[in-house]
């Protein structure tokens, strides 16, 4: 099968690798560089537009930055949309909203293509280990044509519904994530308050109803007061954004939601954009 890969970032670039593992990898990334370091690693080829690196593609799978990224390596000048065959796929594994990729959708059928919106949970590492959890929307026949394929890097695909659905979902994930950060930051600033050995504290609570992925895979690095081991801060405002733009339209209430994505803000101010998302605890120490 011919596949092409939009977008080489920390997520992109491990998941298009573990793509040239059994399939033909066409990749194209804004920053030229990556894509010829990637090409060097995992072999496949490389293309200068995304128009160029669809043509003949089965499904072409994108992760890039936000609505407008999304929207640039789709329909824009030299967009993927112009290049792929017909009846080709489309996965979208950008978090964006649920508008542009209802959009995006309604354009893909005008072309006589196929979209899926397909966003993504479980980090860097999930990217680099195949562990990651898929959340979908789109047609079922569409969504059947790109599981198998996705599984590749997936340890668990859904279909959620219809166009959006995926990103929907992505929504709620980002909410569940924001309130626990919080949480597990304030009980790790506490026991440091109380004069109590944090690593003792998490390994006692961390087998109970507190227990969670966050406080497995972060505890010790936020203990520890290092914050790059993951999903930017930047990158969880963007998305606390869609999230709460959207709460807003269908009349949703989401306070905690709204007061972490301003504990987020003081950390950018504090010049921990590129932080990881567990520095919300540096924001309570300092």
């Known amino acids: 099968m011919n596949i092409t890969f939009l977008g080489l970032g920390v997520m ?43 043509q003949g593609a089965d499904i072409v799978f994108a992760c890039v930055g936000n ?19 017909d009846g080709a796929l489309f996965v979208d594994h950008t978090t964006v909203s649920a508008a542009v990729t209802r959009e995006l959708y309604d354009a893909a059928q005008t072309s006589g293509l196929h979209f899926v919106d397909a966003p993504i949970s479980g980090g860097q590492a999930g990217a680099e280990n ?14 059947d044509r790109a599981e198998p394929v996705m599984n590749i890097y997936a340890k668990l695909c859904r279909r959620i519904g219809p166009s959006g659905a995926g ?81 807003n339209a269908i009349g949703a209430s989401l306070p905690v939601t709204a007061l972490v994505d301003q504990f987020y803000k003081d950390v950018q101010k504090m010049g921990g954009g590129r932080w990881d998302t567990s520095s919300l605890l540096k924001r309570l120490r300092d």
């Open 130 to 143: 195949g562990q990651l959890s898929i959340m979908c929307g789109g047609d079922q026949d569409a969504y």
């Open 12 to 54: 992109g670039y491990p998941m298009a690798g573990h793509l040239a593992k059994h399939h033909d990898v066409t990749v194209y990334n804004r920053t030229a560089s990556k894509a010829e370091a990637w090409v060097a690693e995992h072999g496949g080829t490389m293309a200068s537009t995304p128009e160029q690196a669809a």
């Open 167 to 247: 990103q929907t979902t992505k929504m709620c994930n980002q909410i569940a994530i924001a309130g626990l950060v919080q949480g597990l930051s304030e009980a790790l600033h506490f026991a440091q308050k109380a004069g109590l050995d944090g690593e003792a504290v998490v390994e006692v609570i961390s087998q109970g109803a507190a227990g969670s992925w966050q406080m497995q895979n972060r505890y010790k690095t936020m203990l520890a007061d290092h914050y790059d081991h993951g999903f930017a801060v930047d990158w969880m405002r963007k998305d606390l954004g869609i999230v709460l733009e959207n709460a």
């Open 67 to 85: 609505d407008d990224d999304l929207r640039g390596v789709t329909t824009g000048a030299g967009g993927a949309f112009h290049g792929m065959k």
